[in-house]
Every structure is written in structure tokens, then in C-alpha cells.
């Protein structure tokens, strides 16, 4: 995120993939806007995500983020109808494609995780596969009612270890559930979720991004660098070293482009 320069990108209707929005003093509304697709992660989606993340992290008024979704789904994964090309493909063969695709779908999680400010996701309805991926790189998660999670890779018959949900998810609730979880495919509902620390609060669906901006805002009455500062260090504890070696991310997401 830091040496490439990302680009928002539009829909056909003009709308851009992604939105951002000063709904409160320092805080940023970062919302993934493809709903006809539920949000699903195509390019242009995580590119203008890339985007938004690069805006945000660069924005010295913005203390706290927020990310969630449009429409009824907060991200249903991998766009597997109008997945589109990666960016600088053009002319490479279809193995060096496949390495690119890698790298720019599994650095995102990253890269959320790289911006200075604390990062609260909120949760809309279904979160699958890659999606599911996207709330373990943010900093708080809180989710409505509505909002399940669950694993993709499996259920294709692929590996289930995408996007580092198999770094971080065992790390947020254990290793146990977090095996059981992606080696099922099942769903998790919000309230098992909360349950087992997935999430640290539910709310009703049409107070959810309200809820989390007013969190959001009260995280603004502390110091910008105190709380990078403490978001820094709280990332170092989760081993960061072995956080950034992306190697492991490209590797887990290799199967969506076999």
C-alpha cells in the first residue's frame, strides 16, 4: 500500500465501488458500494479499497476509521462472475496473472491492518469467504443481527485458509473453534460471534453504523498518536513479523486462481 498507487474506480452507473465519508469529527466511513453483487471482491472493488485505505491512512484530521458495506451483504468474497483482470497485467502470461491476482487480493487484509488509525468494521448481514477475511484485519468488529460469517474455500472444494483467516482467526478466538469453523464451512450467526469473541458487540441492523461511528467518536476524545500508538503495539503483539511475511497470505490465497 505504500509504494503503489491505487485508484478509485466506478461502476458502469458512476457510482464509485467504494465510498468515504466524514460522518463525525476525525472519523472516516469507508463503505464497500457494490450491492447489487453483495460487495463481492472483485478488482476494481479492492482496488478502490486499496484506494480508500491509502485516503484515509494519509488524512492527518482522521483519528478513527470505519468500514461496512452497502445492500444486505457486507462482502460475499471472491467476485466469481466479473472477477476482471489485476492491475499491470497487460501482456503477462497467464502464470504471472495468476501470481499478480494473488498478491493484490491477499495484501488488502494488510493493509488495512498498515493505516496509522484504529479500524472498527461493522458487519452488515453476510460475510463469506473473503469477507469474512476483511473484518479480521480491523481493529474492533461490531455486527447487526442480520450479519453471519462464514468460510467459502472449503465449500468449493478449495482450501479454507484465505485472505490470513488462518493466521488471524485462530489468534482472535482460539485455535480449536477457529478449525472448526473453517474445516465446516458452517455459518456463525452474530450472536455465536459475540459469543466466542469473534465480535465484541451486536446491535440492531439500522443502528449498526451509527453505533460504530459513535464508538468511533469516542475513541477521538484520546490523542491520534495515542491511539496509533496503541493500535501499533497491539498488532506487535499478535506476532507481526510473521504478520507481514505475505508470503504465507499468497500462498493460502493461491486456490482462487488455479
Known amino acids: 500500500m505504500k509504494h503503489t498507487r491505487h485508484t478509485m474506480r466506478t461502476r458502469k452507473d458512476g457510482q464509485p465501488f467504494v465510498l468515504v465519508d466524514s460522518p463525525r ?21 479492492v482496488g478502490s479499497l486499496y484506494a480508500a485505505l491509502q485516503e484515509v491512512a494519509n488524512d492527518n484530521d482522521c483519528w ?9 451483504g457486507f462482502c ?46 461493522a458487519v452488515n448481514g453476510a460475510a463469506i469467504g473473503g469477507g469474512m477475511c476483511l473484518p479480521l484485519g480491523a481493529d474492533i468488529r461490531i455486527t447487526s443481527r442480520s450479519a453471519t460469517f462464514r468460510g467459502a474455500g472449503i465449500n468449493n472444494g478449495l482450501t479454507g485458509t484465505e485472505c490470513g483467516v488462518s493466521f488471524l482467526l485462530p489468534r482472535l478466538i482460539g485455535a480449536s473453534r477457529a478449525n472448526e469453523i473453517i474445516l465446516s464451512g458452517r455459518e456463525v450467526t452474530a450472536e455465536e460471534a459475540q459469543g466466542i469473541g469473534l465480535v465484541s458487540r451486536v446491535v440492531d441492523d439500522e443502528e449498526l453504523v451509527s453505533a460504530s461511528c459513535a464508538l468511533a467518536e469516542q ?17 506487535a503483539n499478535l506476532e507481526k513479523a510473521a504478520f507481514k511475511r505475505r508470503s504465507i497470505w499468497r500462498t493460502a490465497t493461491s486456490c482462487w486462481f488455479a
Open 76 to 121: 460475499s468474497g471472491m467476485d466469481l462472475t466479473d472477477v476482471g483482470m489485476p492491475p499491470g497485467s497487460d501482456n503477462l502470461p497467464i502464470s504471472r496473472i495468476a501470481t499478480r491476482a494473488m498478491a493484490f487480493m491477499s495484501d488488502i487484509v494488510p493493509a488495512m491492518r498498515a493505516i496509522p488509525q484504529p479500524l472498527i468494521c
Open 25 to 45: 469529527p476525525h472519523v472516516r466511513l469507508i463503505t464497500l458500494n457494490n450491492p447489487e453483487r453483495m460487495n463481492a471482491m472483485s478488482f476494481d472493488l
Open 219 to 235: 475513541m477521538c476524545g484520546y490523542s491520534p498518536h495515542g491511539l496509533a500508538m496503541t493500535k501499533e503495539v497491539l498488532w
Open 64 to 72: 478513527v476509521a470505519v468500514l461496512t458495506g452497502t445492500g444486505r
